[in-house]
């Protein structure tokens, strides 16, 4: 029992210095971003961003008034966008094309500047998960049935009255996520070392592993595809750089994983934030995980060619 011990407070210190090193990575990323779109937001950039783009969001099916949607969520976290979608009148088909090109392409400036740490360019991943989302909205809106009922119930998004005020409640808002940065990012890093040092991590990948050729990846990628679907790109990142950096995978590999990903990361939690507004589950998970097999294979074709 002592030696098990021992070798749990090793995993633990092993794990202690680079989850430091990779937790100030992410919020040296993370702080700065979230206040700068927040003052973009405060100031009416995203408002004006959003009108020359009516017109298309048209196209797809969906009010003008959407636009504003999906460039909040561009810039920021999932609740964002939620938040905004609730202080507009949609029906439930326009809510289900919307929430799919919100769970791709979110709170990109920070996710995108993680995979490129992995060997993902930054605006090569921009470029494509901005590219899937209208690809994928333009799918929908040829194969979804009507849904006339609205969707969830309106809210009033929430103000500042000055900038002062604004920067204040980033702070707050700031170190509850610093806390929570520490918490996930060190924890995932001493399970990891774990599973290396008791030789499981062969065992809980080994079952996944048919899975990953499906959707055309590496048997290596197995725990990062696990990770990913749990916690996302932002915490997950932090696993896939320590990979990288120790050669547990490659930064080829690495590439299908972000890029896989990126259509379908945190596909338990995101998908239920829609899910308990009345969205189905099975639109926003079977639509995403069907783009990231295509994007995978899609890749390694020109990759051959």
């Given at each position: 029992m002592k030696?098990?011990?021992?070798?749990?407070?090793?995993?633990?210190?092993?794990?202690l210095p680079k989850a430091g090193k990779l937790c100030l990575w992410l919020m040296k990323i993370i702080l700065p971003i979230s206040l700068l779109v927040r003052l973009l937001q405060y100031w009416g950039v995203i408002d004006y961003i959003s009108k020359y783009l009516e017109p298309l969001f048209n196209f797809i099916g969906?009010?003008?008034?959407?636009?504003?949607?999906?460039?909040?969520s561009c810039f920021l976290p999932l609740y964002a966008p939620i938040a905004v979608m609730t202080s507009i009148v949609l029906t439930m088909r326009e809510a289900t094309i919307l929430a799919i090109m919100c769970l791709i392409s979110h709170?990109?400036?920070?996710?995108?500047?993680?995979?490129?740490?992995?060997?993902?360019?930054?605006?090569?991943?921009?470029?494509?998960?901005?590219a899937m989302s209208f690809v994928a909205a333009i799918c929908l809106n040829w194969v979804l049935p009507a849904y006339p009922e609205l969707f969830g119930m309106i809210t009033q998004p929430e103000t500042y009255e000055s900038v002062w005020a604004l920067v204040k409640s980033w702070g707050v808002t700031s170190i509850s996520l610093i806390f929570t940065i520490i918490l996930i990012v060190t924890g995932l890093m001493t399970l990891h070392r774990i599973l290396e040092e008791f030789k499981?991590?062969?065992?809980?990948?080994?079952?996944?592993?048919?899975?990953?050729?499906?959707?055309?990846?590496?048997?290596?990628a197995s725990f990062l595809w696990i990770v990913g679907n749990l916690v996302g790109l932002s915490y997950g990142g932090a696993i896939m750089v320590d990979m990288v950096d120790n050669s547990k995978i490659s930064k080829s590999?690495?590439?299908?994983?972000?890029?896989?990903?990126?259509?379908?990361?945190?596909?338990?939690?995101?998908?239920?934030?829609?899910?308990?507004?009345?969205?189905?589950?099975?639109?926003?998970m079977g639509t995403r995980l069907v783009f990231a097999l295509i994007v995978v294979w899609a890749m390694r074709f020109f990759k051959r060619l």
């Amino acid at each position: 029992m002592k030696r098990f011990l021992l070798r749990i407070l090793g995993c633990v210190r092993g794990a202690l210095p680079k989850a430091g090193k990779l937790c100030l990575w992410l919020m040296k990323i993370i702080l700065p971003i979230s206040l700068l779109v927040r003052l973009l937001q405060y100031w009416g950039v995203i408002d004006y961003i959003s009108k020359y783009l009516e017109p298309l969001f048209n196209f797809i099916g969906l009010p003008g008034e959407s636009a504003i949607v999906f460039i909040t969520s561009c810039f920021l976290p999932l609740y964002a966008p939620i938040a905004v979608m609730t202080s507009i009148v949609l029906t439930m088909r326009e809510a289900t094309i919307l929430a799919i090109m919100c769970l791709i392409s979110h709170n990109l400036p920070v996710e995108c500047a993680i995979t490129h740490k992995t060997g993902s360019p930054f605006w090569r991943m921009v470029l494509l998960r901005v590219a899937m989302s209208f690809v994928a909205a333009i799918c929908l809106n040829w194969v979804l049935p009507a849904y006339p009922e609205l969707f969830g119930m309106i809210t009033q998004p929430e103000t500042y009255e000055s900038v002062w005020a604004l920067v204040k409640s980033w702070g707050v808002t700031s170190i509850s996520l610093i806390f929570t940065i520490i918490l996930i990012v060190t924890g995932l890093m001493t399970l990891h070392r774990i599973l290396e040092e008791f030789k499981l991590l062969d065992k809980i990948s080994a079952p996944v592993a048919p899975i990953m050729r499906f959707f055309g990846m590496s048997d290596k990628a197995s725990f990062l595809w696990i990770v990913g679907n749990l916690v996302g790109l932002s915490y997950g990142g932090a696993i896939m750089v320590d990979m990288v950096d120790n050669s547990k995978i490659s930064k080829s590999e690495a590439h299908y994983v972000n890029s896989h990903l990126s259509m379908s990361h945190s596909l338990i939690e995101d998908t239920l934030l829609f899910v308990v507004l009345g969205i189905s589950v099975w639109w926003i998970m079977g639509t995403r995980l069907v783009f990231a097999l295509i994007v995978v294979w899609a890749m390694r074709f020109f990759k051959r060619l």
